[in-house]
Every structure is written in structure tokens, then in C-alpha cells.
């Protein structure tokens, strides 16, 4: 499903509406929610939102956890991190216990990191067959989503839940959640916003079939509970 927003501030805002819905939803069945956050500009508008009134009083914070779909390999405190974006937009702001947040980083090889944060996933959902309740994506203009970058190994993933490898174009190694694993989400929220990401949207939606040029095709979920959020500007093609 798409819905199409005139501009990112209307976006934002009602991907920061289905963010608390899911949360209260999860919690409500369960007594947990578990979340896989973004990185990139296009969740910011939502995260700081979340971080505000009303918002913020509206999400069960204290039964949140926290993970990540992507990241790059770089610490915690470089400009480039993921999950220092969300920390600084979101998760300082609000009330959710720091045992519950999952970042992608820590100081070994990022091959063995990947195993670690499988082994940890594992153990966290106890070989349930269903994930996340609200995994967050964005796309870039090439069509990639998480660190599925077009012509890549990792798209052919098909047992592995995490993988890390040196993504040459970009001189640097990510870590990434892999199709199989993304797609073991009850709810998959795409993020997606401006003239640049018009073509590959048209593409992924509408082209032919060409996961390996458009990663993003890769995202279908068990559920089929996959909504597109995006502006006018990246719907122009459509």
C-alpha cells in the first residue's frame, strides 16, 4: 500500500501516528514492542516528533526495545552512525531503559559483530516465527533498502539473518538485517521522500521484476503488511 503525502512534515507525522499505534497494539497482546529504527534524513521528521508531545506520552516506552535494520560500520560517536542520529533526534529524549536498546557497533571485527547480533536476535524472539512488530526502512535513489545495495552478495542471502561485508563503492564495511530476516516483520514502514527517489520508486512499484538493480523489490513480508510512505515529489512518477 502507498499513501502519498504532500510534503515530509505530513509524512512524519503520520508515520509517527502508526509508530504509536503499533507500540500501544504490541504491548496490548504481548506486553513488549519491538522496533527495528532507520537510518538516513528520512525518519528524523518522525523521530523528533516522537521525542514531543503528544507523542511521546503515547508510546509505552518502558516495554520498547530497540534495533536496528542497517548501520554503518563506524562507532558510536561518528557523525555517520545510525544509531547516534537516532540517540540525538530520539531515543535520549524519551523513557526507554538503555538495557533495551540494541545498537549495531561494538569494538570486534564487524564478520564476527554480524554473528553476535544474529545469536542476539535469536535469543531475543526464541525462534518465533514473526520479528519485529514494526520494522522502519527508507530507500535510497538507487533503489537500495537497509545495506542491500544494488548488485551485492548479501541479496542472495537466503539462511542468515545478519551479515556484514566491505561495500567497496563507499570504502567501508555495513551490517545489515538480510531479506529473509526483514521480512519476518509483522509491519515493514517505508520512509521515502524527494525528486531523487522518483525513478527507483516507479521501479520498484511499477517496474519489471529486478531485485538485484532494486534491492527494495526484496521487501515482502510474510504478513503482506508492507505500507510506502512517501511525498508528492517521489510519487511523481507513479
Keep these: 500500500m502507498i499513501q502519498i503525502f504532500k510534503n515530509i512534515t505530513a509524512l512524519s507525522q503520520a508515520a509517527a501516528e502508526i509508530f504509536v499505534q503499533v507500540a500501544q497494539a504490541a504491548v496490548k497482546e504481548k506486553g513488549k514492542f519491538s522496533v527495528a529504527l532507520t537510518g538516513g534524513s528520512s525518519p528524523e521528521g518522525m523521530y523528533r516528533l516522537l521525542a514531543q508531545s503528544p507523542y511521546r506520552e503515547q508510546v509505552p516506552w518502558e516495554q520498547t526495545y530497540i534495533f536496528w535494520g542497517d548501520e554503518r560500520w563506524v562507532p558510536l560517536t561518528d557523525e555517520r552512525s545510525n544509531a547516534k542520529m537516532a540517540f540525538e533526534t530520539l531515543l535520549s529524549h524519551v523513557p526507554v531503559p538503555k538495557n533495551h536498546i540494541y545498537p549495531m557497533w561494538a569494538d570486534v571485527a564487524p564478520e564476527q559483530f554480524a554473528s553476535d547480533y544474529e545469536d542476539l536476535l535469536k535469543k531475543y524472539f526464541d525462534d518465533e516465527e514473526l520479528l519485529f512488530d514494526l520494522m522502519l526502512l527508507g530507500m535510497g535513489d ?29 570504502h567501508m564495511h555495513r551490517i545489515t538485517l538480510t531479506a529473509p530476516c526483514l521480512n519476518r516483520s509483522k509491519k515493514i514502514m517505508f520512509l521515502t521522500y524527494g525528486e531523487k527517489k522518483a525513478n527507483a ?35 511523481s512518477k507513479l
Design 201 to 235: 520508486l516507479y521501479e520498484v512499484q511499477e517496474g519489471a521484476r529486478n531485485p538485484q538493480k532494486y534491492p527494495s523489490q526484496l521487501i515482502e513480508p510474510l504478513t503482506k503488511d508492507v505500507v510506502w510512505l512517501v511525498d508528492e515529489a517521489a510519487a
Design 142 to 170: 538507487d533503489g537500495h533498502t537497509a545495506s542491500l545495495f544494488p548488485g551485492t552478495a548479501v541479496l542472495q542471502e537466503q539462511d542468515r539473518w545478519v551479515q556484514a561485508y566491505y561495500l567497496e563503492p563507499q
